[in-house]
């Protein structure tokens, strides 16, 4: 059981919005930056968003993300069919100096 | 370009022992950490450890204590996760992957993975 809590799945249809949720304690996403994962089936995670906003370069407009308190959001706005995947947060602990992800969400286009 | 090539899928019994490398090319190695991630089938990102390539400083989760032990030779940009104490639980596909911006915030790139499958 991961100390990051996420929702086990979410759908929408295309060109609709989604958000996911990644919730934790002050120990993790309280004090420290969030990052945001996309992982296509049998591929890698790609990082989506770094230090809790920040999209790398090549990352759509379409995904953003924000944190408040000990929880973070993910937002993808428009959604196409290839954007089915699963979606991960991750941050730091500082009490147990470890890193960590969440559980994982997986977004269905309807 | 930043790349992360891993060795191929290993097959162990178990109680066996492996290593699994981590060959990096695009950057200079010792600038970033490498952290090392696992994902057994169907089941989501587990956080194992991080290696500073420059200092070979290392850190790890509780649970992998006393069975991890992670390397680097900077003399060919290459870092090793090496797992000992093999079960069936340790059946999964191994990542190393690349701090992104040198924070330690993220893992901005990510090696192709590796299968290790644990049978007897």
């Known amino acids: 059981q991961s100390a990051l809590t996420q929702p086990p799945s979410v759908s929408a249809a295309p060109g609709q919005k989604v958000t996911i949720s990644c919730s934790g304690s002050?120990?993790?996403?309280?004090?420290?930056?969030v990052s945001w994962y996309q992982q296509l089936p049998g591929t890698a995670p790609k990082l989506l968003i770094y230090k809790n906003d920040k999209r790398p370069s090549g990352i759509p407009d379409r995904f953003s993300g924000s944190k408040s308190g000990t929880s973070a959001t993910l937002d993808i706005t428009g959604l196409q069919a290839g954007d089915e995947a699963g979606y991960y947060c991750g941050t730091w602990d500082s009490s147990l100096t470890v890193g960590m992800f969440g559980g994982g969400t997986k977004l269905t286009v309807l | 370009q930043v790349q992360l090539v891993q060795s191929g899928a290993e097959v162990k019994e178990p109680g066996a022992s492996v290593k699994v490398s981590c060959k990096a090319s695009g950057y200079t190695f010792t600038n970033y950490d490498i952290n090392w991630v696992r994902q057994a089938t169907g089941q989501g990102l587990e956080w194992m450890g991080w290696m500073n390539p420059n200092s070979g400083n290392t850190g790890h989760a509780q649970k992998f204590q006393g069975r991890v032990t992670m390397t680097r030779d900077t003399s060919i940009s290459t870092a090793y996760m090496e797992l000992n104490s093999l079960t069936s639980e340790d059946t999964a596909v191994y990542y190393c992957?690349?701090?992104?911006?040198?924070?330690?915030?993220?893992?901005?790139?990510w090696g192709q993975g590796t299968l290790v499958t644990v049978s007897s």
């Open positions: 002050s120990s993790n996403i309280g004090n420290n930056y």
């Open positions: 992957a690349r701090d992104f911006d040198g924070s330690g915030s993220a893992r901005g790139y």
